[in-house]
């Protein structure tokens, strides 16, 4: 039942109307009415600040004049067939369409449209809210979603690539140490006939000449990656370069039948400036993927060439060729076309990363073609001549003659097998030899035993070499006798703190027995001249 005193008496129509007018200009959205001739019959507030026109601009104009220039015929041409046909040409219902404020930018609106009839005439009213913020956040959401998930795509890129380069590099370690292992094992127990010996031991040079390959590897690449890679400076034979890359890929080319072609074109030796050990890398690199992906009786072709600019060498082999997809990713580091534990080839896909870092070092450039899998690929070092013209210098090392059993030498090293293989292989060439197994040790003995030169391992407990050689050159006849610093450290910055520390060269491990040899009598003969 209703109560005649609480029920709202009817609001006659001009109230209606009044409220309406009300509720339309505190709305946040802008309501626009027009006619069937598409002229704004009535606008609110709202409609003023989202569009920036005043309601008398706006009165009595056509609604085009909120429309960018490309939706208007639109606009029009859907009107015409509304009023014709009754066929709604687009959704009345929170359409997103654009919109144009009165400085030219354009607005993003969702629209809701409706009609009504009035004394038999047909107007139409909009309301059209401003979503312009919500879709620049929206944007900007969506790119930071995209920037998380490419960055979320290239951290599992990393971490796979790190799993397969951990299980790549445990495998290339692994592989060279078997036989290693296992060749040492039949020789010490007397199970290999005496004439496979030789065999057995070729064998262990070659994989532990792979194993200091690898690590050398790392080494270079942890350097460029760290920005401390040395480079020297020099002028270079590049007809040297190639021809001693050449022959010391050429031994395991023969194992496979593969040829070696070499054609110098209209060659006079060129001389370019840099450092020569990296530029045969570079070479060496090249070559060793060429055999290596070669077919067997394939060939490889060495084409060297110069002009006015630059010197030219192309690489070229028949063998599997390279993916056209992978070919982009070809000289970058750890990353192999076969990748699996079932690949042919072994290495941790660094040789041709370093060699781009190397021809770069060098402001040259190298480039990689192949008309893809089993059609071979061809390699192009380019690199630029130096313009003032130096005579050919020969950069292979000095021989020089071995030194008599009066020179005295001391090795400082805390391994007993190092030790005794270096006491043994200096003995073998005819010097003196005083080993200590300690820093400790050496001091003791220092002041009775006088020596030409000192060779000492850097990391060692108790005092370090860099201690030792610290306070040797506190005894007396110490000050100036030459020491070589041995330490498996074998960064720029290990380097340069040997020779801050007292030391006149530094070698890396492992040892290379006929390299340290050259570097003795090298200081040795440096130190006979300069007194």
């Not at 047909?122 to 879709?135: P, Q, S, V, Y």
């Not at 290239?154 to 299980?167: I, P, S, V």
């Not at 050429?250 to 070696?260: E, K, M, S, T």
């Not at 492992?510 to 570097?519: G, K, N, Q, W, Y």
């Amino acid at each position: 039942m209703n109560d005649p005193e609480t029920d709202n008496p009817e609001v006659p129509l001009a109230g209606l109307y009044h409220i309406s007018r009300v509720i339309a200009d505190t709305a946040s959205d802008a309501i626009i009415t027009i006619d069937e001739e598409s002229t704004m019959l009535f606008v609110n507030r709202a409609t003023e600040k989202i569009f920036g026109y005043s309601r008398a601009e706006l009165l009595g104009q056509s609604l085009t004049m909120l429309m960018p220039d490309y939706l208007r015929h639109v606009h029009s041409a859907g009107l015409r067939n509304y009023l014709t046909a009754r066929e709604k040409h687009v959704s009345w219902e929170a359409i997103e369409l654009p919109g144009r404020h009165k400085e030219g930018r354009e607005v993003s609106l969702e629209l809701s449209l409706g009609e009504f009839t009035e004394n038999g005439r047909l107007f139409f009213t909009g309301i059209a809210r401003d979503i312009t913020e919500r879709r620049k956040l929206e944007r900007r959401l969506a790119s930071q979603f995209q920037i998380a998930r490419t960055a979320r795509h290239e951290a599992e890129t990393a971490n796979r690539a790190k799993d397969e380069f951990l299980t790549t590099i445990s495998h290339e370690l692994r592989t060279p140490l078997t036989p290693i292992i296992g060749w040492i094992h039949m020789i010490r127990n007397g199970i290999l006939p005496e004439k496979e010996t030789a065999h057995g031991l070729s064998v262990i040079e070659k994989n532990a000449h792979a194993l200091k390959r690898l690590i050398n590897d790392l080494l270079d690449m942890s350097a460029i990656l760290s920005g401390k890679m040395r480079m020297e400076e020099l002028p270079v034979s590049l007809e040297q370069v190639v021809r001693e890359a050449v022959e010391t890929v050429r031994p395991l080319a023969a194992a496979r039948n593969v040829d070696i072609a070499v054609t110098f074109h209209d060659w006079q030796d060129e001389i370019v400036s840099g450092d020569r050990a990296r530029l045969v890398q570079v070479f060496w690199n090249l070559l060793n993927n060429a055999e290596k992906f070669s077919f067997p009786d394939g060939r490889i072709e060495v084409d060297v060439e110069a002009n006015e600019l630059e010197t030219i060498v192309r690489i070229q082999d028949a063998g599997q060729g390279i993916a056209p997809d992978f070919l982009p990713f070809v000289f970058e580091r750890f990353r192999q076309a076969d990748g699996s534990t079932t690949r042919l080839h072994g290495g941790l896909g660094l040789g041709l990363a370093l060699v781009k870092s190397f021809v770069a070092a060098h402001n040259g450039t190298v480039t990689a073609e192949s008309e893809g899998t089993g059609h071979g690929s061809r390699f192009t070092v380019r690199l630029p001549r130096p313009r003032p013209q130096v005579e050919t210098v020969s950069n292979q090392p000095e021989r020089v003659p071995l030194q008599s059993p009066h020179v005295h030498l001391m090795i400082v090293e805390d391994d007993p097998d190092t030790l005794e293989m270096l006491r043994a292989t200096l003995e073998a060439r005819g010097f003196r030899v005083t080993a200590c197994e300690s820093a400790a040790q050496t001091l003791e003995i220092a002041s009775a035993n006088q020596v030409d030169l000192i060779i000492s391992d850097i990391g060692m407990p108790e005092m370090d070499g860099f201690q030792m050689i610290r306070q040797l050159r506190e005894v007396s006849g110490y000050q100036t006798i030459p020491a070589i610093a041995l330490s498996g450290y074998a960064s720029e910055k290990d380097a340069k703190a040997a020779l801050a520390a007292g030391f006149n060269a530094h070698v890396s491990k492992p040892v290379d027995p006929a390299e340290l040899v050259i570097m003795v009598n090298g200081l040795l003969e440096k130190t006979s001249g300069a007194k």
